[in-house]
C-alpha cells in the first residue's frame, strides 16, 4: 500500500518497496538462524532419555555433529532462498553461508568449540560479528543501506522522507 507522499516520489516508493522486502528477509533469516540451532542440538545433544544435553557438547565428535547440522541447515536455507542448488564444494559452501548469514563455517565452529556446553541459543541468536552488533542487525543495516543505495534517493528527498513518517 502506498502513500500520497510515497506516490510523489518514485525513488521514496521504491525504497518503502524495498525497505519492506529487508523486513521479509530479516524475519526469514532470524526463523533460519533459530532453526539452525534446534536442528543441530536435536541432532547431535539429544541423549537417550530423548532430551536435549548441553553438556554433550564437551565431546569433539558431538561439536562436529553439531556444527555440521547448522552448517547444512544455513546452506540449503541459503539455496532455498535464492532458488538455487546448494554448492557442494566446501568453499562454495563456505561462501554462501557467509554471504547470506554473515558468518563463515570457521567462526561457527570456533565458538562452538570455545563455549562447548555453555554455547546456548541465547548465545546463538546474539552472536557477534562486528563491535557489539549483533548478527541481525549488522544484516539489516547492510540490506537497508543497499535499498536506499538502490533506490537512487539523495539528500534532496529527505523532505519526502520526513513527510511520509
Same mark, same amino acid.
Given at each position: 500500500?502506498?502513500?500520497?507522499? $510515497? *506516490? ?10 524495498? *525497505? +519492506?522486502?529487508? *523486513?521479509?528477509?530479516? %524475519? ?11 536442528? $543441530?542440538?536435536? $541432532?547431535?545433544? %539429544?541423549?537417550?532419555? @530423548?532430551? &536435549? #544435553? ?5 565431546? +569433539? ?5 553439531? &556444527? ?8 540449503? @536455507? ?10 557442494? #564444494? &566446501? ?10 548469514? @554473515? ?18 541459543? #541465547? ?28 533506490? @537512487?534517493?539523495?539528500?534532496? *528527498?529527505? $523532505? ?6
Amino acid at each position: 500500500m502506498t502513500t500520497p507522499a $510515497a *506516490d510523489s516520489n518514485p525513488r521514496v516508493e521504491k525504497f518503502l518497496s524495498l *525497505d +519492506e522486502q529487508v *523486513d521479509k528477509m530479516m %524475519t526469514t533469516m532470524q526463523v533460519l538462524h533459530s532453526e539452525a540451532f534446534n536442528k $543441530a542440538a536435536r $541432532a547431535a545433544l %539429544t541423549n537417550e532419555q @530423548g532430551l &536435549i #544435553d548441553m553438556k554433550l557438547l564437551q565431546h +569433539e565428535g558431538r561439536q562436529e555433529m553439531f &556444527i555440521n547440522a547448522m552448517v547444512e541447515h544455513y546452506v540449503q @536455507g541459503t539455496a532455498a532462498m535464492y532458488g538455487q542448488k546448494a554448492p557442494t #564444494d &566446501i568453499l562454495a559452501r563456505s561462501l554462501w553461508l557467509e554471504g547470506y548469514t @554473515g558468518l563463515s563455517q570457521g567462526n561457527l565452529s570456533r565458538m562452538v568449540r570455545e563455549q562447548k556446553s555453555n554455547y546456548t541459543l #541465547d548465545q546463538h541468536m546474539n552472536m557477534t560479528v562486528f563491535a557489539q552488533e549483533s548478527l541481525t542487525n549488522e544484516m539489516s543495516k547492510r540490506l537497508r543501506g543497499n535499498a536506499l543505495s538502490a533506490s @537512487g534517493l539523495t539528500n534532496a *528527498d529527505r $523532505a519526502s522522507i520526513v513527510k511520509y513518517m
